[in-house]
């Protein structure tokens, strides 16, 4: 058993710990105490509280806290965990009892056994360097671990962010590409007037730029970290100059520009940044939902769909049916949006539970934000590169329905009235009519226009009032003919 373990000694107790593992035996007692969901925490996450104790050490060594001699080693031991070095011994799991306390001690651990070895001192020699008294130092689950998720998920952010604007930026090219090609515009599922295929891909883009500025406004709120707020946010155990410093390395680590709330009190207690970008995220999956599906539609065939639209094939659609492709990548956003619509259940859930001076569902508030993002970073990502750009109009099909298409008639209204258009369109929907110009330039049709109007509307005119491209643009088809006898 000494071969594969090492004793070591925590405030419960001994605990065995496998010989090879950087963390320790509070990381031990939470991996059987949390066998949860199998799931880690997210490597971005690590990575922030490798960064966070960082900048702690320094600022604990500026003050003359933490002696140089050990400090300079649990720089470069953080530093490494903030590059991923070791992410294999961050074990427990990412929903977990403690508001974090198993987390933030997996680091400690993990981070005063590397130092040691960078020493020549064996793991688990805590009293040259403890995971408490000196990684831990001046710190607190509490402020360590909420200023790590904001850290991290504003890392992340940055990545949904640029992959959001790319895709904006494809949406708007198509939107260029196809604005020339005019369809039947769609109300309730039924024709309605004509539109141009890129003035609905405009509105796309247009929805997302929304999305864009909210979920920007929301990071934004990530800078404000309580850092050195300690266990309730008053402070305790925190030299005022340690923050001010540990937040200056902190910003110099991350590149962004961190700072202290006015109240470290509220920052501590309060969720409202949580759940105000789990929001932005939410209302965004809405958005991109309701695209996906306007996608689905366009593109359902490939004959006896709307066939709109066609989509890049991705891979076979069935095990059974031949030939069959079906829309892989909307499908996958819809499902990405039920997720995230469902995180964001659970976020408001956990914000709103917390007591006091300390809302301890933390970690499964910080799992599901930060599985929020991720997902919406991947799905976006291959959505735009594996359908949006590929994405091609049926134009002979299009011209062909917009051609027949009774809901032309609309643009007559001003012209002959609602009553009688009605009863064009009607016809032109009934079929044996001919289409609805046809309809109009009938001797009976025009008989009746002329006695009920007063006006006399010839092929030419019609052309310009039935022109389908002329009533995808404000104003009135044809209002230059309004006076005309």
Sequence with gaps: MSEIYRMEIDPLGERKVPKGAYYGPQTSRALENFPITGYGWHSAFISA???????????????????????????????????????AHFVVDAIQGGAGTSFNMNANEVIANVALEKMGLEKGDYKTIS???????????????????????????????????????????????????????????????????????????????RDYARMGRTTNNLLNINLGATA?????????????????????????????????????QNSDNYTAISASLKITM???????????????????????????????????????VNPVMPELINQVAFQVLGNDNT??????????????????????????????NNAFDVFDRFCLQGITANEEYLQEKVAKSATVATALNVHIGYNL?????????????????QICLSPEMQERIKKETGKYLSEKDLDIILNPAGMTEMGIPGEQLLDKK
């Design 49 to 87: 509280i490798g960064m966070v104790k960082t900048a702690c050490a320094k600022a604990n060594m500026d003050v003359g806290l933490l002696d140089p001699a050990i400090g300079k080693y649990i720089v470069v031991a953080a530093e490494e965990v903030a590059e991923g070095k070791h992410n």
């Design 232 to 268: 309730v946010g008053t402070g305790l155990n925190s030299n005022p100059k340690y923050i001010k410093l540990a937040v200056k390395y902190l910003s110099e680590i991350t590149r962004y520009g961190l700072q202290t709330p006015e109240s470290l009190v509220d920052a501590t």
């Design 131 to 209: 995971p408490n008294d000196h990684i831990n130092m001046s710190q607190s689950t509490n402020d360590v671990v909420p200023t790590s998720a904001f850290v991290a998920a504003h890392k992340e952010m940055d990545k949904l962010l640029a992959t959001v604007e790319r895709m904006i930026k494809t949406l708007e090219q198509k939107a260029e590409e196809l604005d020339h090609v005019v369809k039947i515009g769609r109300t309730h599922l039924q024709d309605a007037a004509p539109i141009r295929l890129g003035q609905e891909f405009k509105a796309w883009a247009e929805v997302l730029k």
């Design 347 to 376: 976020i408001c859930l956990a914000a709103q539970a917390g007591q006091l001076e300390l809302n301890v569902m933390g970690p499964v508030l910080v799992f599901n934000l930060m599985q929020s993002i991720t997902i919406m």
């Design 286 to 324: 809405i958005n991109m939902s309701k695209i996906a599906n306007d996608i689905r539609l366009m593109a359902s065939g490939p004959f006896c769909g709307f066939r709109e639209i066609h989509l890049p094939e991705r891979q076979a659609g069935s095990s059974i049916m031949p030939g069959k």
């Design 421 to 437: 258009s009605a009863e064009i369109a009607k016809m032109a929907h009934k079929g044996g009519h001919g289409t609805v110009k």
